[in-house]
């Protein structure tokens, strides 16, 4: 494989790789986003609902004796079309109230939720957010949990289509890059063209041989490899060098006279 070959297979990995790399962090880049801002959708709706209801424990209220509980969860469900259920559970996770959009949500917070270490947590399952906090009253002991469950499938959905059009974003640009790495190629080719009858041209020197007739000299592309090359080229043509006739031989008529 000459040098030109592997310097370009060379770029076009290189290139391939970084626009590879690019693509990969900006998928991940926009999947944190679009869990950022739904589990802050989340916590947002979340906080509202328990301070709602936490105003009720602190009167001396039970969950269960609370008249306003359901609107309240009703108002929140409101909030976000991607909020499918939202529930009051006890501290053991039994449900006391939920409000959810359709009888396939409403099963959603019928699932047992552990007690958790934190008084706050947020979980995302293929499809599903849910994002709960404990309640507690005055003295600080668990008097329920309220859970949130989201639909992630708009997002999953968006980050689907964003994952599609970033790669074909990448092949367009890897598209694109291909004839600029076809005129680079070629350059190349050119400019080894001319170090390869340089390498050809001194050996022939060296051997005594006539220089190349039709040189490429003008291949090259700086203004210093110029200068080398025709300051080589003045060197050569000094050079004795074997005619179509015969043998150059440079040596006097006379012969030297001997020493004395």
Request: include cysteine.
């Amino acid at each position: 494989m000459k040098l030109s070959t592997k310097i370009g297979l060379a770029l076009f990995l290189v290139l391939a790789s970084a626009l590879s790399m690019t693509t990969v962090l900006n998928y991940l880049r926009f999947d944190q986003t679009l869990h950022t801002l739904l589990a802050q959708r989340m916590t947002v709706i979340l906080n509202e609902t328990s301070q709602d209801i936490v105003a009720g424990i602190d009167l001396g209220l039970r969950l269960e004796n609370m008249e306003n509980l359901q609107p309240i969860l009703n108002r929140r469900l409101d909030m976000s079309n991607d909020i499918r259920n939202v529930a009051v559970l006890d501290c053991d996770g039994a449900i006391i109230s939920n409000a959810a959009r359709s009888p396939d949500d409403q099963a959603l917070s019928g699932a047992a939720i552990p007690q958790q270490a934190r008084d706050e947590w947020i979980d995302f399952t293929p499809g599903i957010a849910t994002a709960g906090q404990v309640l507690r009253d005055s003295l600080g002991q668990c008097a329920g949990q309220v859970v949130i469950t989201a639909s992630a499938e708009t997002s999953e959905a968006k980050l689907a289509n964003a994952f599609s059009e970033m790669w074909k974003s990448a092949a367009l640009g890897m598209g694109m890059i291909i004839p600029i790495l076809g005129v680079l190629f070629i350059l190349m080719r050119r400019r080894h063209r001319v170090f390869e009858e340089l390498h050809e041209d001194l050996a022939r020197a060296v051997a005594g041989k006539a220089p190349n007739i039709r040189p490429h000299d003008g291949d090259v592309l700086t203004q210093s490899e110029i200068e080398l090359i025709s300051l080589y080229r003045e060197i050569r043509d000094q050079l004795p060098h074997e005619t179509k006739k015969g043998n150059t031989k440079r040596q006097s008529e006379t012969p030297a006279e001997p020493l004395k």
